[in-house]
Antibody, heavy 124, light 112 residues
């Protein structure tokens, strides 16, 4: 059974960087089939896919255009986890952030396991 | 404005059947991309209940079913139960956007 455990702060000041971590059990961040994703949810934007990382003989990352200039997703194989860094945070980035697994790398792949979510508020 | 359009709310009495539509376009569902459905209970993460249009993950009751036709997908729930009251979201892929993954705006199911 795959489990994803998120950690990180719930309050970020405007202009600062959000950093969240997703620890994986029951699978590997270095899997040759799965992808490891970050998704957020807010009343104004609904569910929004932010980006992913995956390993296919080398590491790849993809991200949504809306956050492409601000996002970094890093795999951490030694800890079997991956992280999200989103810089230049504004109040519009206030949302619940989720990590999620997709079983394979097609873009119309479902997300079969999710983290518990982290409520992130951007406020001074 | 979501790329995939869902009704904001649906309702039904216990035991009844309800359907939730997910309307897309020729660049997503109509292009043949799969539709997936999630159930989200209050304060919880979304849970996958239908994948690849009409398949149920292990443990999801067969009261939940999915279908796809043209530019739309549909979720049906039969024999409504109180615990089905939740938000439901569809998901697919859109080839015209650089966001890759697209979700519907969500539908609140109320069991009367």
């Amino acid at each position: 059974q795959v489990q994803l455990q998120q950690s990180g702060p719930g309050l970020v000041k405007p202009s600062q960087t959000l950093s969240l971590t997703c620890a994986i059990s029951g699978d590997s961040v270095s899997s040759n089939t799965a992808t490891w994703n970050w998704i957020r949810q807010s009343p104004s934007r609904g569910l929004e896919w932010l980006g992913r990382t995956y390993y296919r003989s080398k590491w790849y990352t993809d991200s949504a255009v809306s956050v492409k200039s601000r996002i970094t997703i890093n795999p951490e194989p030694s800890k079997n986890q991956f992280s999200l860094h989103l810089n230049s945070m504004t109040p519009e980035d206030t949302a619940v952030y989720y990590c999620a697994r997709a079983a394979y790398s097609g873009y119309d792949t479902p997300f079969d396991y999710w983290g518990q979510g982290t409520v992130v508020t951007v406020s001074s | 404005q979501s790329v995939l359009t869902q009704p904001p709310s649906v309702s039904g009495a216990p035991g009844q059947r309800v359907t939730i539509s997910c309307t897309g376009s020729s660049s997503n569902i109509g292009a043949g991309y799969n539709v997936h459905w999630y159930q989200q209970l209050p304060g919880m993460a979304p849970k996958l209940i239908i994948f690849h249009n009409n398949n149920r993950p292990s443990g999801v009751p067969d009261r939940f079913s999915g279908s796809k036709s043209g530019t739309s997908g549909s979720l049906a729930i039969t024999g409504l139960q109180a615990e089905d009251e939740a938000d439901y979201y569809c998901q697919s892929y859109d080839s015209s956007l650089s966001g890759f993954v697209v979700f519907g705006g969500g539908t609140k199911l109320t069991v009367l």
